[in-house]
């Protein structure tokens, strides 16, 4: 089985910009190369360039737009992401969401642009059918436990597994992340039992006080 993945999120937190947002690069890179273990990390968009030259970690971005390059004013496009140094995009998350349409328009460019997928889903009959558009990775979070501190994988442990079936009998060569309130390496240890592929995090991580602590724990039981 390949390394398990853990996505670090920093969504808008005032402590995932700037020098905060540094520090948790950089341990994660010293973390990763020392474990077994793959690290991401999904800063805010203006943070993927110097991350991408500062760090060797795979670097995504938190959303992308369905357009391709041209006159589109606003927009989030694939092909410059790529040409930033982002190594993936998320698609479709809680706090982003988009229509099925969108979904499928922004997985097109990520993928034509040569990026990762990972597209977030709510519940196990989303997390099926994002599986028809092919990703890298599903990432499922119930949107009640994201930024609760109460993690899924103890508190609905069944979503997970569920989930995982809906998505392998999909497609088995699609990889699925476990995502809200993960925040522990026993948390961890669980989302990889139950059959996912890694988590997909970051409260916990990004508004800890000592986000290494954090991080060292979250990879100890893998
Ligand atoms: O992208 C990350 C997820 O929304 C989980 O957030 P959380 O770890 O703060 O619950």
Known sequence: MAAPFIL????????????????????AEKIAHENDVRIGIAPGYMDIHPFHVHYSLPVFAQHVDGVTPGAHTGHIV????????????LINHSERR?????????????RNAGLETVI???????????TFFEPDYIAIEPPELIGSGISVSKADPGIIEKSVEAVHSVNAGVKVLTGAGISTGECVRTALDLGTDG???????VKAADPEAVLRDLISKI
């Open 8 to 27: 670090i999120n920093l969504k808008s937190y005032a402590e995932g910009f700037g020098y905060n947002a540094q520090k948790i690069a950089q341990v």
């Open 199 to 205: 988590v997909l995090l970051a409260s916990g991580v």
């Open 78 to 89: 694939a092909d410059a992401l790529k040409a930033a140094g982002a190594t993936g995009t």
């Open 120 to 130: 977030c889903t709510n519940n196990v009959a989303t997390s099926g059918a994002a």
């Open 98 to 110: 988009l229509t099925l349409a969108d979904i499928e328009a922004a997985h097109r460019s990520a």
